[in-house]
């Protein structure tokens, strides 16, 4: 019996099958088709996202193929601009807020890591057609096989049209958002003076234009209907639609296709010991780059608290699964849909008025807007300031190494406290600490810790300054389980901990092989 059945072999089920494997557990992939997709859909991804890639050993990897966008301008069909969003360089994960990316790439370098795993099989051209639940765990059916797959988890990743979703009966929220386009993408042979990140808010054409990394580009087209794509589709009309930006000796058509954008929300997560992740639990508008940057979070939200009850914690942890990671993604949805029912206003005197008050608004404001997203719903953190937001991440020095936290002190459980006047913990909270697997570092001035961690860039010291706190323990996802004002709360902090996992064992050694 596996450990973990992951459905779904795209982004979502890819990260979520090295998580669990590098976390020693015996995982199991079924995908219905037999290679990879080998064609872009998401472009863009974030800070916290590319933190998850780091942490799987890929960032460096990825880097030579990705655009760093500092900006995000939405004009008018004259050209003026309406709004513009901007992007740093380098964010609170310690990596540029905002990645454009061509998918294929980034499928390619998560497929090595996975079946790089001696612990992880990866059974492509391998479709469900049933999962029943048993004492134990899950029998998976897949066509053409006599055999029954056995494990005791499943996580679905298999995208908006989820065939594990509909095999449960689980329903969907629709947010009545739905819109056709028609997308075209392109890899660029030559030189070309195309916008990175534009929105066309045209009443007569909306359009998104948007980079794919360095050598690829995408036009996206609202269609009146999605009826007019097998003529809009045309190569000829398509070409004539990018040529204002595009010249067709120096670019090569990679591929047309249609989309409808949609806005939905799983009304359950979780049934027995499936989960759902990605689209096949959540679908939203592309207009924050947001879709697989969900579920990603999905993955590294359930792979630490999967990770956990497979070595013996409560499995009543993976409720809080849904509890924490749907208000978020529907603050997302939300958010997405007023952009674009901004965006793509086709009433010329409505859209007229949207441009006089977009256009006011900037200049009163004089300063390009900031995306921000909420933190997490109730779940695996305590009430505490800060609780459910993701912890800021900066650079560290280490015995002459320097680099992120993450690469160079710890990324799982971490508690860090703000021993800058001295205070430290007592021994009893740091032998707790210790048999719960938390890491713990002392901010010392600007040093982490008495073994000669250097606080580089002082992003711990401003934290702890900013928010008046002793301490804070945060998760191996990256979000803030609790923080306190003394350092007398730390064992409460670390028996919200202790509440949640339990006594566990210790994980198994990665590349053990696979129990079948």
Same mark, same amino acid.
């Given at each position: ?386 609780? +459910?937001?993701?912890?800021?991440? /900066? ?6 190494? =320097?680099?992120?936290?993450? $690469? &160079? #002190?710890? !990324? ?39 073994? +000669?961690?250097?606080?580089?860039? /002082? ?6 300054? =900013?928010?008046?706190?002793? $301490? &804070? #323990?945060? !998760? ?41």
């Amino acid at each position: 019996m596996y450990d973990v059945a992951v459905i779904g072999y795209g982004p979502v089920g890819m990260v979520t099958a090295a998580l669990l494997g590098r976390a020693g557990h015996d995982v199991i992939v079924l995908e219905r088709y037999p290679t990879l997709y080998n064609l872009p859909r998401a472009a863009i991804f974030d800070d916290e996202t590319m933190r998850t890639f780091d942490r799987l050993g890929i960032s460096e990897a990825l880097l030579p193929t990705l655009h760093v966008q500092r900006t995000y301008e939405w004009r008018n069909g004259a050209g003026e601009l309406l709004i513009e969003h901007d992007f740093a360089a380098v964010g609170g994960q310690g990596w540029a807020e905002w990645y454009m990316m061509y998918q294929p790439y980034l499928e390619d370098a998560l497929d090595g890591l996975v079946r790089g795993l001696g612990n992880v099989e990866i059974r492509m051209d391998s479709k469900v057609t049933g999962l029943h639940g048993t004492a134990h765990g899950v029998d998976i059916q897949v066509e053409g096989d006599d055999s029954v797959v056995h494990a005791r988890y499943v996580v679905a990743c298999d995208g908006g049209n989820s065939f594990t979703r509909s095999w449960l009966g689980i329903g969907q929220e629709d947010y009545g958002f739905s819109e056709p386009w028609m997308v075209c993408d392109f890899r660029l042979t030559g030189e070309a003076d195309i916008p990175k990140a534009r929105q066309v808010c045209d009443p007569k054409q909306p359009v998104s234009i948007i980079s794919l990394g360095p050598e690829h580009h995408r036009f996206s087209f609202m269609l009146d209907s999605a009826e007019s794509f097998p003529v809009e589709r045309e190569p000829d009309r398509v070409w004539a639609r990018v040529a204002d930006h595009v010249d067709r000796n120096r670019a090569h058509l990679v591929r047309v296709a249609t989309y409808t954008f949609r806005s939905l929300v799983a009304e359950h997560w979780r049934a027995g010991r499936i989960l759902l992740a990605g689209d096949a639990a959540h679908q939203m508008p592309p207009f924050l780059g947001q879709g697989m940057c969900s579920g990603i979070r999905d993955a590294q939200n359930i792979a630490f608290k999967l990770d956990a009850v497979l070595r013996g914690a409560d499995d009543a942890l993976l409720d809080t699964y849904q509890s924490e990671r749907e208000p978020h993604v529907r603050a997302i949805i939300a958010k997405g849909i007023e952009l674009g029912r901004v965006q793509t206003m086709r009433d010329p005197v409505a859209a007229a008025e949207r441009d006089a008050r977009l256009i006011a608004q900037r200049e009163a404001n004089g300063r390009p807007e900031k995306m921000r997203f909420p933190g997490l719903g109730p779940g695996l953190h305590d009430a505490s300031p800060q609780a +459910g937001h993701l912890m800021p991440q /900066g650079r560290v020095e280490s015995h002459g190494a =320097e680099g992120l936290f993450d $690469a &160079v #002190l710890d !990324r799982g459980f971490v508690l860090l406290v703000d021993g800058r006047e001295g205070a430290s913990l007592d021994p009893a909270t740091a032998e707790l600490a210790a048999r719960l697997g938390v890491a713990v570092h002392h901010l010392t001035d600007r040093r982490l810790t008495t073994e +000669g961690f250097t606080d580089v860039g /002082g992003v711990y010291g401003r934290w702890f300054d =900013e928010h008046d706190r002793a $301490a &804070v #323990l945060w !998760r191996p996802d990256f979000y803030i389980l609790g923080t306190t004002d003394a350092l007398s709360g730390v064992p409460a902090l670390l028996s919200t901990l202790a509440k949640a996992v339990g006594p566990v064992q210790a994980p198994a050694t990665v590349g053990e092989g696979i129990r079948p």
